[in-house]
């Protein structure tokens, strides 16, 4: 007997719907690949995107630590000259501006002993020849040598000077301004001693001294407690 109509029926139902789940099964497995996929493409973008500005900024953190370290050894040159032309420059002043001068008595000398010290001594040549004329040799040889030594003093300040001048970018401020102090004192002691000179004023020629005695000492003091904190001598001992 052949199938009845609802018989046929019901069996294409069945066929349609198991296909329908196939298919909805094998839109489902695609559905969730092509998700997976998206979030793939999407989470390695992100990666990728991640990885640069973190390059990026291993390449600005490298960059700013050159640079850093570039600054850090400009500063660990500057420190030792700084202070080995401020020594020259103090060590010169202090002995110029020091009231404790003496000199040979040109005056009580024999004519071979005269001979000796003038060829010997750093006057020029037309000055040693006026000492040797003068009546009063030993007044005659100290305000010369005085201004000599004026100029000598005045080179070595200079070359301390333009030294912290021309490097003072690689100076932390706290020994910027302690150089700078220490800059303005002696300059101040080397214009009291050539004006104390001048109006022969022996006050101001000792208070150039006072001032570097009692007021350069102490900030020496701390330029070196400063410059062995920055060098970081305690950890190199």
Known sequence: MSESVFEIVGKIIVYVGACVAIAYGFFIFLGKK???????????????EKNKEIENLKYQINLLLSRVTKIHDKEFAVLPEAWNKLYDALELISWFTSPFQQYPDFDNLSEDELSYLVNSCPLKEFQKKELLESKKKTQYYSDTIFWINLAKSQDVYSAFHNFITRNRIFLSPDLREKFMEVDGILWDSLL?????????????????????KNRVTPIIADIETLVQKRLRYDEAM
């Open 34 to 48: 092509w998700i997976e996929n998206q979030f793939q493409r999407r989470l390695e973008s992100y990666k990728h």
């Open 192 to 212: 009291k001693k050539e004006i104390g000179k001048d109006a022969k004023d022996s006050k101001m020629a000792i208070e150039a001294y006072r001032d570097i």
